[in-house]
T-cell receptor, first 114, second 115 residues
Framework: DAGITQSPRHKVTETGTPVTLRCHQT?????MYWYRQDPGHGLRLIHY???????DKGEVSDGYSVSRSKTEDFLLTLESATSSQTSVYFC?????????????FGPGTRLTVL | AQKVTQAQTEISVVEKEDVTLDCVYE???????LFWYKQPPSGELVFLIR??????QNEISGRYSWNFQKSTSSFNFTITASQVVDSAVYFC????????????FGQGTELSVKP
């Protein structure tokens, strides 16, 4: 199994508060991704990173920011959480440099915004 | 536009039945990859298979088999002699190389295998 951890695994917060989710990998993979999973939508890409300090937006990036200061860590921040951001968040990693292109997923973080 | 459609939202079968999960994709790229992931009730996403756009050979892995047909843009997944442990949500996904490479997921098919 790919070495990916996410923290916290569960979080309940209130509308308007900032929230940071962490993804940590031990595989030294170049690419990291944040997805959200909602009923009826499958998984949708929020942001991704193709290297340290190199990030870009996915299809549902509004209200989210990311940072990657080290290869192993990719942070997702909700600057001011809203109820529409209640979701399950998955981090994924991929080592596209070797051409594998398979994305391996972390265990997920369940976020509830009240 | 790039899109993945899993028309079957829910499927229910009795143990030992064969079941096929449908996946239809849309892309204009000539190089792409197709994936299937399994999400059991515990919630994690488990990688099952990756297929590139130049390899149309069908693949079999134990009770699982995959049928890739570029002519119909389909990548269907069959479970033979289903078991209760196969109960899960199954996602088909399309990997495209633009914008740094991203996975586009279908909405998932929830498979329930009853004893």
């Amino acid at each position: 199994d790919a070495g990916i951890t996410q923290s916290p695994r569960h979080k309940v917060t209130e509308t308007g508060t900032p929230v940071t989710l962490r993804c940590h990998q031990t595989e030294n993979h170049r690419y990291m991704y944040w997805y959200r999973q909602d009923p009826g939508h499958g998984l949708r890409l929020i942001h991704y990173s193709y290297g340290v300090k190199d990030t870009d937006k996915g299809e549902v990036s509004d209200g989210y920011s990311v940072s990657r200061s080290k290869t192993e860590d990719f942070l997702l921040t909700l600057e001011s959480a809203t109820s529409s951001q209640t979701s399950v968040y998955f981090c994924a990693i991929s080592d596209q440099g070797t051409g594998t292109d398979t994305q391996y997923f972390g265990p997920g973080t369940r976020l509830t915004v009240l | 536009a790039q899109k993945v459609t899993q028309a079957q939202t829910e499927i229910s079968v009795v143990e030992k039945e064969d079941v096929t999960l449908d996946c239809v994709y849309e892309t204009r790229d000539t190089t792409y990859y197709l994936f299937w992931y399994k999400q059991p009730p515990s919630g994690e996403l488990v990688f099952l298979i990756r297929r590139n756009s130049f390899d149309e050979q069908n693949e079999i892995s134990g009770r699982y088999s995959w049928n890739f047909q570029k002519s119909t843009s389909s990548f269907n997944f069959t479970i033979t002699a289903s078991q209760v442990v196969d109960s899960a949500v199954y996602f088909c996904a399309l990997f495209v190389y633009n914008q740094g490479g991203k996975l586009i997921f279908g909405q998932g098919t929830e498979l329930s295998v009853k004893p």
